[in-house]
T-cell receptor
Framework: NAGVTQTPKFQVLKTGQSMTLQCAQDMNHNSMYWYRQDPGMGLRLIYYSASEGTTDKGEVPNGYNVSRLNKREFSLRLESAAPSQTSVYFC?????????????FGPGTRLTVL | GDSVTQMEGPVTLSEEAFLTINCTYTATGYPSLFWYVQYPGEGLQLLLKATKADDKGSNKGFEATYRKETTSFHLEKGSVQVSDSAVYFCALTHNTNAGKSTFGDGTTLTVKP
């Protein structure tokens, strides 16, 4: 049981390049989330998916897009990376109301945009 | 909107000292409250939780009580160890299927031998 997995672990991009961060969970959770973590700012929600087939904007969605490919996978895409998107990105999942609401986090992707 | 305020860090303690990390929240309704811990280079993991007023969450010697009258969920441990050095996040989650959470900014704890 791997929990929540993320790829890649590290990535360096040049301004304007695009990339997709991958996330998968094997706990049969309904809800999935993408956060970014910046020093002194806690975690900020980028996008979330309450269930397969639905996605919604979080607190800081600009510059990002997401796809809930199936119940297991939730990807985050940067179409044209900017230095302001240098951050650590975490994917998380939750069983939702029926399962206790706690979130399970992946190990993170450390992204640097030059 | 919702918000979570944690005491500012960093916090440095000697081993076996008593720990308190304050957390207060602003929210409508009756959210569930959580403490998560993040060790260096890792993602967050659940430390403890409380789902209704006056509930006490506990785990690994840490405790926190859901106080609705003071909108607080302070984290305490009677005797910290070097291995407790980490960043601690307080969070609230509304009781909906989407389960979105609001996190505090985190408090860095360093325990010295």
């Amino acid at each position: 049981n791997a929990g929540v997995t993320q790829t890649p672990k590290f990535q360096v991009l040049k301004t304007g390049q695009s990339m997709t961060l991958q996330c998968a969970q094997d706990m049969n959770h309904n809800s999935m989330y993408w956060y970014r973590q910046d020093p002194g700012m806690g975690l900020r929600l980028i996008y979330y998916s309450a269930s397969e087939g639905t996605t919604d904007k979080g607190e800081v969605p600009n510059g990002y897009n997401v796809s809930r490919l199936n119940k297991r996978e939730f990807s985050l895409r940067l179409e044209s990376a900017a230095p302001s998107q240098t951050s650590v990105y975490f994917c998380a999942s939750s069983a939702g109301l029926a399962g206790g609401l706690e979130q399970f986090f992946g190990p993170g992707t450390r992204l640097t945009v030059l | 909107g919702d918000s979570v305020t944690q005491m500012e860090g960093p916090v440095t303690l000697s081993e076996e000292a008593f720990l308190t990390i304050n957390c207060t929240y602003t929210a409508t309704g009756y959210p569930s409250l959580f403490w998560y811990v993040q060790y260096p280079g890792e993602g967050l993991q659940l430390l403890l939780k409380a789902t209704k007023a006056d509930d006490k969450g506990s785990n690994k010697g840490f405790e926190a009580t859901y106080r609705k009258e003071t909108t607080s969920f302070h984290l305490e441990k009677g005797s910290v160890q070097v291995s407790d050095s980490a960043v601690y996040f307080c969070a609230l989650t509304h009781n909906t299927n989407a389960g979105k959470s609001t996190f505090g900014d985190g408090t860095t704890l360093t325990v010295k031998p």
